[in-house]
């Protein structure tokens, strides 16, 4: 059996946006890519994405109170 990180519930749903997703992104709320937190290329929760540095993952996570919340993550 094999385990992989993302299968883990507690875990939340990470995407690897693709660089039109992430100049909208920029667009939409005038941000600068050194404006976003950032996440470690050598972080469990993404390492079957393969990212590459500079990427942007979009973080999905179950709230108890607002449902669903989104965070984006710079690839570092």
């Known amino acids: 059996m094999v385990f992989t990180v993302s299968d883990h519930f507690l875990v939340p749903k990470h995407i690897l946006l693709s660089k039109e997703e992430a100049e909208e992104l920029f667009k939409k709320y005038g941000l600068q890519l050194n404006q976003l ?22 973080i999905i996570r179950n709230s108890p109170t607002a449902g669903k919340t989104i965070y984006y993550r710079m690839v570092v």
């Open 37 to 58: 937190p950032q996440i470690l290329l050598s972080d469990p929760a993404i390492a079957e994405l393969l990212p590459r540095k500079g990427d942007i993952v979009k």
